[in-house]
């Protein structure tokens, strides 16, 4: 699904929210989660209290009937194995993954992009899961306080309200608190061992390794849409055995001018694969540019692509270290 360039620097600020108790939130805090019956024996783990961006929220039992918004959010839900837990879904970047194809089908799709409050409050969620701060958006009524009105539990990415670069100790802390969340922690750590092994894999094999310099090419005409710093997607190239060429950059993703691109000299460029613009149009893009051509990765046709949505804070980053380190380093033993 295309989104535009405003939206993804619109995500990358965020405003650190105030516990959900002072916005009017339950009294207990619970962040209308699920709470057991009048005698009923608590969930084991439960209450658990945590804080994500800002928000501080008691769960007295794990949430029973979760929208997520964004496609990483959502997959991390099915990689969990929470689809039972699912009443409804929105906003892919690309197909989910084919190992999660068969739950994502049972699960209600309640937008192609974000839904509309009216639409979001009809699903009757008790939690809401968002990848990107844009998820929730107070001028369309997604506000996570006000969620918290209507005694919804929400959560966002790390990815988004983290202060320093991000890693693979925020996808710990994303998988580890989704999966405690949920009552479901011993499948979190599965996971974040699973996550961890592959990349080790290849971060060993690739120790002695050139580094090329990598610029990201996500969109841009009069200005190139890149990954700085402080996203995951610049971890995912340091991983893969590449440089990114705007580390220096400040946020997670950002523009740069071309002028920046050419003084840098990048050896090669990762192009984004998503929305309606094509990984080919793209690379004719940069081939067409006169003021290109002695860019050393431009001259020399080296391009490799990874999705969008491998690029973000989900379970795909051990995939795209995988696939980047071998596009980058194909006869790396």
Not at 144 to 161: K, N, P, Q
Not at 290 to 318: D, E, H, I, M, T
């Amino acid at each position: 699904m295309s989104r535009s360039r405003a939206t993804l620097r619109s995500i990358a600020a965020l405003t650190l929210l105030v516990p959900l108790a002072a916005c009017g939130g339950p009294a207990d805090g619970s962040a209308g989660a699920a709470r057991p019956g009048p005698g009923a024996r608590p969930a084991p783990g439960f209450p658990y209290t945590v804080t994500n961006c800002g928000v501080t929220s008691t769960y007295q039992a794990p949430p029973e009937r979760a929208v997520t918004m964004n496609q990483h959010a959502t997959e991390i839900m099915l990689a969990l194995g929470l689809e039972d837990r699912m009443v409804g879904t929105a906003y892919l970047d690309d197909s989910v993954l084919p190992a999660y194809r068969p739950a994502y089908d049972k699960i209600k799709v309640l937008a192609g992009e974000y839904p509309s409050k009216e639409v979001l409050l009809g699903a009757d969620p008790d939690f809401v899961y968002g990848g990107y701060a844009s998820a929730f958006d107070k001028g369309q009524g997604r506000d996570r306080e006000g969620l918290a009105r209507s005694g919804i539990g929400s959560r966002l990415s790390v990815e988004y309200c983290t202060r320093g670069p991000v890693g693979l100790a925020q996808l710990k802390t994303e998988i580890t608190e989704v999966a405690r969340t949920f009552g479901v922690p011993e499948r979190g750590a599965a996971l974040v061992e699973d996550e961890q092994r592959r990349v080790d894999a290849v971060t060993a094999r690739l120790k002695d390794a050139p580094r090329p310099s990598v610029f990201v090419y996500d969109s841009g005409e009069g200005s190139a849409f890149t990954s700085g710093g402080k996203g995951v997607g610049n971890e995912i190239v340091t991983l893969a055995g590449g440089t990114n060429v705007f580390a220096d950059l400040d946020d997670t993703f950002g523009d740069v001018s071309w002028e920046k691109v050419i003084e840098r000299k990048p050896e090669v460029v990762l192009i984004h694969d998503y929305g309606g613009t094509t990984v080919e149009s793209k690379k004719q893009r940069l081939l067409n540019d006169p003021a290109l051509a002695q860019v050393p990765a431009v001259k020399n046709r080296r391009f490799v692509v990874l999705p969008l949505s491998s690029a973000v804070l989900g379970v795909r980053v051990a995939d795209a270290v995988e696939s980047l380190g071998r596009q980058l380093h194909p006869d790396a033993a």
